[in-house]
């Protein structure tokens, strides 16, 4: 699993300026109805949550925070896949998560639930030979700052997710 947030800018010494963010725990995949903590294989025919937690930490949060929220108020957290072999990348979905305040500590967490239409994704039988019906799922979390256009102070993270392969249940059992 592969993670990124930017801005990163971790301590060097114990009180130095700080501004750090971390995803807590994988991306979870589940169906609906949840069968159990989750699931690598999808039905096309139905729709599924990508669930992501993350957090952002350090002595600057707060004002970090508190300046992005005067023009921004919410995360938006957005699921991407990549085909694993023949197929599509795209965004899959996207949700929107409320930044909080206006008293931020400096340690702030944040969850999103990501719910995927059904028919967003095609499996190996819905296409042919066209789409593998595998795919990479990448989630980020993005809060957009107004501040300055000479200075980025944007807040982005991404994490990989899980590789899962769709089905069709019905053109599978017809196979």
């Not at 004002?63 to 085909?83: F, M, P, R």
């Not at 967003?120 to 979390?141: M, P, Q």
């Not at 957009?144 to 069709?168: A, H, Q």
């Amino acid at each position: 699993m592969t993670e990124h947030f930017d801005p990163n800018i971790p301590p060097a010494g114990e009180t130095d300026p700080c501004i750090e963010g971390d995803f807590v725990g994988p991306v979870v995949v589940l169906e609906k109805p949840a069968l159990g903590k989750g699931n690598l294989v999808i039905d096309r025919t139905k729709p599924f949550d990508i669930k992501v937690k993350w957090h952002v930490f350090g002595n600057l949060v707060p004002l970090w925070l508190t300046a992005l929220s005067k023009e921004t108020d919410k995360w938006i957290v957005t699921a991407y896949v990549e085909s694993q072999g023949p197929g599509t990348e795209k965004a899959l979905a996207k949700a929107e998560v409320a930044l909080g305040g206006p008293r931020f500590t400096l340690d702030e967490y944040y969850e999103a639930t990501i719910t995927v239409p059904a028919g967003t994704l095609d499996s190996s039988f819905s296409s042919s030979e066209t789409e593998s019906g595998v795919y990479k799922i990448v989630v980020t979390a993005f809060l957009d700052s107004k501040i300055s256009s000479v200075v980025n102070f944007d807040v982005l993270g991404s994490i990989e997710g899980p590789i899962i392969k769709v089905e069709e249940p019905e053109l599978a059992a017809k196979a």
